[in-house]
């Protein structure tokens, strides 16, 4: 953005510089500490320490993370979003209860356990559609439906052995069940639904990808093809979440709504050191679509890292592989064709 400010129409270079300083870069992490030394960072490289709050960033869609800088959500807002997630499971279950909790003390409403239950699960349907979701009334309807005829069975086979009394027992009970059933399908039909999440933890990665997109612009820069025009996000992800049968969800998702542009494949222990953990992990460049219904046709860019970070106190780096994946890097129905790639020498 420095680089292109002494273009931008209506003001000099040093009021654009200033602009991008104050009002452009916004950064939030969810431990205090952490948001201090990155403002302590910025200052000392030259500032854009302004926007840099203490929040959760899986939230920023929902709440007022930035202001009074910025009033109300980062709703379809954001050019490019850059985040290393937590690499391991994160409890969506308690973030969407804070989010709910916060909602109804905006709104002056009573903190009852089954309404904040009812707000946070309808938030982490909304928000993180990485995780399967049920509608507690779709089961309850399947439910009452199978009880009501079994007590039809037993009705039957008591009528036919002469127990009338057994008889009208189950023909009550027929009755408990068809009221409910009613009930469900009445609220199934009127939309007023409950969401039961499937589980309570999901990986990082997986649940950022998730939450962030309806921060993007849909449209980012009108004038770039179209696999390249929409908000763009960098993130790294545990590779778990590209190759397990448990994230399937997530990677429909992935393929639906963002166009996969380049996955950088890292060693194993490339957050051994800082994070304590071996988790495999990749860089993925995703680049939100306009319309999900729109199919990726540009190849993937793949790259594989052997060695990063520094050594002995030098940044000491070997070559990295880099090819050109010609065919869907997930969910493809064979194995991947590749183009030869070249190994220069890293920067």
Wanted: aromatic residues 6%.
């Amino acid at each position: 953005m420095a680089a292109q400010a002494g273009s931008v129409q209506g003001k000099t270079k040093d009021e654009a510089l200033r602009t991008i300083k104050q009002d452009l870069l916004l950064g939030c992490d969810i431990d205090p500490w952490i948001a201090v030394i990155a403002k302590m960072n910025m200052y000392i490289h030259g500032d854009g320490k302004s926007n840099i709050r203490h929040a959760n960033g899986l939230t920023i869609a929902t709440t007022p993370t930035f202001e009074p800088h910025y009033p109300g959500r980062l709703v379809e807002a954001l050019d490019v979003v850059v985040t290393n997630p937590p690499l391991g499971d994160i409890n969506f279950v308690t973030v969407a209860e804070q989010v709910a909790r916060a909602q109804a003390e905006a709104e002056g409403a009573d903190s009852d356990p089954n309404d904040l239950r009812r707000r946070a699960a309808e938030w982490s349907n909304a928000n993180l559609a990485v995780v399967p979701h049920k509608i507690v009334e779709e089961d309850a309807e399947l439910k009452a439906a199978k009880k009501a005829d079994e007590w039809r069975e037993k009705a039957a086979q008591a009528k036919a052995s002469g127990d009338a009394r057994a008889e009208a027992r189950a023909r009550l009970r027929v009755e408990e069940w068809e009221a409910k059933r009613k009930e469900a399908n009445k609220a199934l039909g009127s939309g007023d639904v409950q969401y039961q999440p499937s589980g309570r933890t999901a990986k990082g990665g997986a649940l950022f990808m998730s939450a962030i997109i309806r921060s993007l612009k849909k449209k980012r820069d009108a004038s770039l093809p179209i696999e390249w025009s929409g908000g763009m996000i960098g993130l790294i992800i545990d590779e778990a979440v590209l190759n397990t049968r448990e994230y399937a969800q997530a990677r429909a998702f992935l393929r639906n709504q963002y166009f996969l542009k380049a996955v950088v494949s890292l060693p194993r222990d490339a957050f051994a050191d800082l994070a304590k953990t071996t988790a495999k992990t990749s860089i993925l460049l995703l680049v939100r679509k306009e319309d999900p219904d729109v199919s990726q046709r540009e190849p993937v860019f793949f790259a594989r890292a052997e060695l990063t970070g520094p050594t002995a106190g030098d940044l000491k780096r070997r070559d990295v592989s880099i090819g050109i994946q010609l065919g869907p890097l997930i969910g493809a129905q064979s194995g991947p064709h590749w183009r030869a790639g070249s190994r220069p020498e890293a920067a």
